[in-house]
Nanobody, 124 residues
Framework: QVQLVESGGGLVQAGGSLRLSCAAS????????MGWFRQAPGKERELRAA????????YYADSVKGRFIISRDNAKDTVYLQMNNLKPEDTAVYYC?????????????????WGQGTQVTVSS
């Protein structure tokens, strides 16, 4: 079992930055692929970034490529999402998720553990 707690969301103006954190507890953190999903009102929850257990491989959705950076600190059992040049369309609830699969899965059902989510609102 892995417990995940996100923090760092908030309100920011377009062009600004936020850094989300996700603290994990429970089973060995470094053995899990970690992902950041987001869900906007009326839309499905979608993966925006993922990182392998070692941190050596990453994935970014096209909509955030070049603006968001996913990283992890296995000594602190924490994964981060640095979000730069934020746009109003980035407004959503952001969820941290953990998967035992090692190939950077992209689908919700391939992630085994979820955080409660943190709201990010970008004003224009």
């Amino acid at each position: 079992q892995v417990q995940l707690v996100e923090s760092g969301g908030g309100l920011v103006q377009a062009g600004g930055s936020l850094r989300l954190s996700c603290a994990a507890s429970g089973r060995r953190f470094s053995s899990h692929t970690m992902g950041w999903f987001r869900q906007a009102p009326g839309k499905e929850r979608e993966l925006r970034a993922a990182i392998s257990g070692s941190g050596g491989r990453t994935y970014y959705a096209d909509s955030v490529k070049g603006r968001f950076i996913i990283s992890r600190d296995n000594a602190k059992d924490t994964v981060y999402l640095q979000m730069n040049n934020l746009k109003p369309e980035d407004t959503a609830v952001y969820y941290c998720a953990a998967s035992t699969r090692q190939w950077l899965p992209s689908r919700e059902r391939e992630y085994d553990y979820w955080g409660q989510g943190t709201q990010v609102t970008v004003s224009s």
